[in-house]
């Protein structure tokens, strides 16, 4: 429940996880879509088939702004849409 700024990947790779913490990112399932754009949309594709849902959001959280916004152009790209 905390939304801390993002730590570059240094810093994340540096961090002294406490056993509880530890826990807790091993009892959260997988939700991370990852891949060459085809491969995400096939993974979006099915996780809308499977929840039959209408409107899908999606958060790239990468520290580097330029990575960022190029995740979404290659997404954008896979579904056939204008870049912005």
Do not use: C, H, W
Request: hydrophobic letters at 50%; aromatic letters at 8%; glycine letters at 4%.
């Amino acid at each position: 429940g905390e939304f801390s700024p993002m730590v570059s990947p240094q810093e994340a790779l540096a961090y002294p996880y406490t056993p509880s913490e530890k826990a807790a990112v091993a009892a959260n399932p997988p939700q991370l879509l990852v891949g060459a754009p085809a491969t995400v949309r096939g993974k979006i594709d099915a996780l809308i088939a499977a929840t039959r849902a209408d409107e899908v959001m999606i958060m790239t959280a990468m520290f580097d702004q330029t990575a960022r916004l190029r995740s979404y152009a290659l997404l954008a790209q896979a579904y056939g849409l204008a870049e912005a």
